[in-house]
């Protein structure tokens, strides 16, 4: 008997209590937590994003009348306003963080570095089954030790770091490595799913290099030791035994087929590349891997004389996902739009290099120039 399933079957995006890496920091008063995270966030601010989740110590609830939006010259704005805690809505609002640093005395974390004050041993035994993945632990006098109910509760902690409170930069480096170890895993996603319609046949199957450009497009990213998928439309015939990945956002060109894949898996990032450049080659491809920077939420090409972006030679992180998302219930389903106002890393490279041909013409005059270069 099958069992009625009321939602739809989603892959999940990997979460902890508030993102999907956190760090809660435990185990001494609110202030030393609050100026420890301050002084790593200064020691990291160039590489990665970080948030601080705290509780309030006012014993009233003070609640602005008025959300207050005030703008620099610069377009950044400083907020204040006020919002309900509430999981999934935190999560959305945190999702664009490479970590999570959270006052573990007040709200727990998928994570923990505790810190060792003598005077709180019994505040930590309160709390032990919080405590499942100490990172490192924090001395915040000479003399302090790991403590035996924590050596006790899980034996492994006896071989964690451990370092004084006042040598931040380790503790700051050691931060640093745990943001670095959860950088997405990053995946190919060729596009091969338009209709052509300027061009009156399917652009992918086009013949630049002696290949169909599709077969010649994942080859440039399965060189780079990517797991690549072909993104097409459904029903798309002739396309056995290839690693597909079936449009779930119909019927939106190449937003939706970037959509689709982080659906399919929203936890990885995908290295977007068009079956109509035919002169992306791989010095291209490995120079956009080695400008990656996930700190944004993508790391696109643009040609040195070109206004903007090219989207589709562009390598979308996961935090791009919920952005995504958002301009679709706006109305729009322009990839280049977010990225023109969004934070994006920028790698220039030539003109010619992010060419695109829609048209019969266009494919006949470049396939004349690569003939008359030899490539």
């Not at 790593?40 to 008025?66: G, N, Q």
């Not at 439309?233 to 079936?246: A, M, V």
């Not at 080695?290 to 090219?310: C, L």
Request: proline share 5%.
């Amino acid at each position: 008997m099958k069992t009625h399933r009321k939602h739809a079957k989603l892959t999940l995006r990997k979460s902890g209590v508030f993102a999907p890496n956190e760090l809660a920091f435990v185990g001494v008063k609110c202030s030393v937590i609050h100026d420890l995270v301050q002084e790593i966030s200064h020691r990291l601010f160039a590489t990665s994003k970080l948030a601080y989740v705290d509780a309030s110590h006012a014993k009233e609830e003070l609640l602005p009348k008025l959300a207050v939006y005030t703008y620099h010259n610069s377009g950044r704005a400083v907020v204040l306003s006020t919002i309900d805690k509430n999981t999934f809505n935190d999560r959305i609002r945190l999702s664009s963080f490479d970590l999570v640093c959270v006052n573990g005395n007040h709200y727990p974390a998928n994570r923990q570095v505790v810190l060792l004050d003598p005077e709180k041993e019994n505040s930590i035994k309160k709390r032990i089954d919080q405590l499942q993945d100490v990172q490192f632990f924090v001395k915040t006098q000479r003399n302090a030790t790991v403590f035996d109910c924590l050596i006790e509760a899980y034996p492994a902690y006896k071989g964690l770091p451990v370092y004084d409170l006042e040598d931040v930069s380790s503790i700051s480096e050691h931060v640093r490595e745990i943001v670095q170890k959860e950088t997405p895993v990053l995946n190919g996603l060729v596009l091969a799913g338009g209709k052509s319609l300027r061009m009156g046949t399917d652009k992918s199957l086009l013949d630049y290099h002696g290949a169909a450009q599709r077969e010649v497009a994942m080859q440039l990213l399965k060189a780079q030791d990517l797991p690549t998928y072909l993104s097409v439309r459904p029903g798309q015939e002739g396309l056995d035994g290839i690693n597909t990945l079936s449009d779930a956002f119909v019927g939106l060109g190449p937003f939706g087929a970037i959509c689709s894949a982080f659906m399919k898996n929203p936890n990885e990032a995908y290295l977007v590349l068009a079956t109509d450049l035919p002169f992306v080659n791989k010095e291209l491809i490995q120079l956009l891997l080695k400008k990656r920077n996930p700190k944004k939420i993508a790391t696109a090409v643009k040609g040195i004389g070109k206004k903007f972006m090219e989207p589709l030679v562009t390598i979308w992180e996961p935090k791009s996902y919920p952005i995504l998302l958002s301009y679709l219930a706006q109305g729009y389903s322009c990839p280049r739009k977010v990225l023109i106002n969004s934070e994006v890393e920028i790698v220039e490279v030539a003109d010619e290099l992010i060419c695109n041909v829609n048209t019969p013409e266009e494919f006949e005059q470049v396939k004349s120039d690569l003939k008359s270069r030899g490539v």
